[in-house]
């Protein structure tokens, strides 16, 4: 059975002006998000700037988004990491604290071959009893899981379920499908392929839009699940300067920049991460004010 279908949200991490985590704005984002639609929250994931985290505020993280949420939405945790002993550490303290699954990153900087991508995300999934969707983003880590290595692990490992597919290779994700058998749960990682990536088989989307349009984003992906496509289309392509203005800049500097315009929390950012440039700012207002987000 899949975590879930639909759309859900890799949510940002809200930071006061001192650097801290703002719990009390984190649990109201949350809140935004299920009241309008967010099918699953996705915390400490790459928007949620994880990698700036302690061990101990990642956790922390995940276990306040795990008490807020209630059991309302699935909660999977971002519990990745370059070190595979640090992976595992992070995915168990995920189980303890009550995640419902686990994205698992490959490892970025010292990367791996394929062979050490099986072992790695193995290993992990031995350490706990939690669904795992695998995070392909080759852009970020400098390592691409190819499409036989992710059949070989999810015939081989039951508790890797899906894959957060953001490579930007349409024809990869095909040849996932193609060597899987379609028997994976295919998650888009990028918001401009939402629609690409279900008519391929996909569940959903794991997205940066949804942080500043999650009923939108929502409607995206059901109504070309319940058979409504052009209406789907429609909003894809209606949202596609918002989704370019998203990442304009690093992710999660525009999203960020974003949710401070309309209110919803600071645009607070851990170094090495800046503030937005004006220019970009400006492009960014320009799109959302356009579609009516603002």
Avoid: W
Avoid at 164 to 188: C, F, H, P, R, W
Avoid at 242 to 250: D, G, N, S, Y
Wanted: net charge negative.
């Amino acid at each position: 059975m899949s975590i879930f279908t639909g759309a859900g949200v890799a949510l940002i991490t809200p930071f006061q002006e001192d650097g801290s985590i703002d719990f009390e704005k984190l649990c109201e984002i949350i809140d935004y998000q299920i009241d309008n639609g967010t099918d699953s929250i996705i915390i400490t994931g790459t928007t949620g700037e994880a990698s700036t985290m302690t061990e101990k505020e990642h956790v922390e993280c995940i276990r306040a988004c795990v008490e807020h949420v209630n059991k309302r939405v699935p909660v999977i945790a971002g519990s990745g990491s370059n070190c595979t002993h640090t992976a595992v550490e992070l995915s168990k303290e995920a189980q303890k604290v009550g995640a419902d699954g686990l994205l698992v990153v490959t490892p970025y900087y010292n990367k791996t071959t394929q062979n050490g991508l099986i072992e790695h995300f193995t290993t992990v999934a031995k350490a706990t009893d939690l669904p795992i969707l695998l995070y392909n983003v080759p852009s970020r880590t400098g390592c691409n899981i190819l499409p036989k290595t992710v059949a070989t692990l999810t015939k081989n490992v039951d508790t890797i379920v899906g894959i957060k597919e953001a490579s930007g290779n349409i024809s990869q994700v095909a040849e996932i499908m193609y060597e899987t058998q379609g028997d994976i749960d295919l998650y888009s990682g990028n918001d401009d392929q939402v629609l690409p990536i279900l008519s391929l088989g996909g569940k959903g989307v794991i997205s940066v839009l949804s942080n500043i349009a999650p009923r939108e984003t929502h409607d995206m992906v059901m109504k070309f699940l319940e058979g409504h496509v052009e209406e789907s289309r429609a909003i894809q392509l209606k949202y596609l300067e918002v989704i370019r203005a998203l990442f304009c800049e690093v992710n999660p500097i525009p999203v960020k920049k974003a949710m401070e315009l309309m209110g919803l929390c600071g645009g607070t950012l851990r170094l090495p991460l800046i503030e937005m440039t004006k220019d970009n700012t400006e492009r960014l207002r320009k799109a959302m004010l356009e579609t009516g987000i603002l």
